[in-house]
């Protein structure tokens, strides 16, 4: 089956770091490129980051750059997101994304919630 | 990056057919052929429905289709079912390689 799982969440205060896994299992990990989306409690969704199936090109929403870094071990099937300066906008469920091709992404995980909060 | 234009709700009855629509730039839907869009029911993770506009991923029914035309994506859902009722969001590639979501729209079926 193929399957992400996040893992990593939870609650940091304000200007703290955090970093986010995500194992994949069921599909070759190594082929595909792999993104972040997030989404604040009751918003919509919100692109983060991308990073290419090598881990040799990644891209940030302007939100985040400069503050979170996205990255990847092909030989432990794992993403990574890792979070820093955090702040309470930052608050949200974090999904780890599969892309597919076509600008499109075809399997999530089930998310990670992330408070920022004293 | 300014999140897509889409209307926060539209609503049907079953069996009608409704259309959500999803503006952009020439900056992203209007430049390239790669909008998606995906399903969201409450506390659940979202689903593809449509890739590079108007192509169904297996699994996903005949009653979903997309379009583009300029700016402007939409998905339309014919034959209404109560299993529809969920939040859709659209998704496009940007000129700058990123990602951009619109804001979501609730869909209910009266």
């Known amino acids: 089956e193929v399957q992400l799982v996040e893992s990593g969440g939870g609650l940091v205060q304000p200007g703290g770091s955090l970093r986010l896994s995500c194992a994949a299992s069921g599909f070759t990990f190594s082929s595909y490129w792999m993104h972040w989306v997030r989404q604040a409690p009751g918003k919509g969704l919100v692109w983060v980051s991308r990073i290419i199936s090598d881990g040799s090109g990644t891209i940030y929403a302007d939100s985040v750059k400069g503050r979170f870094a996205i990255s990847r071990d092909n030989a432990k099937n794992t993403l990574y997101l890792q979070m820093n300066s955090l702040r309470a906008e930052d608050t949200a469920v974090y999904y780890c994304t599969r892309d597919r091709g076509g600008a499109a992404v075809d399997i999530w995980g089930q998310g990670t919630l992330v408070t920022v909060s004293s | 990056q300014s999140a897509l234009t889409q209307p926060a709700s539209v609503s049907g009855s079953p069996g009608q057919s409704i259309t959500i629509s999803c503006t952009g730039t020439?900056?992203?839907?209007?430049?390239?052929?790669?909008v998606s869009w995906y399903q969201q029911h409450p506390g659940k993770a979202p689903k593809l429905m449509i890739y590079e506009v108007s192509n169904r991923p297996s699994g996903v029914s005949h009653r979903f289709s997309g379009s583009k035309s300029g700016n402007t994506a939409s998905l339309t859902i014919s034959g209404l079912q109560a299993e529809d009722e969920a939040d859709y969001y659209c998704c496009s590639h940007t000129s700058s390689s990123a990602r951009v979501f619109g804001g979501g729209t609730k869909l209910t079926v009266l």
């Open positions: 020439s900056s992203d839907v209007g430049g390239y052929n790669y």
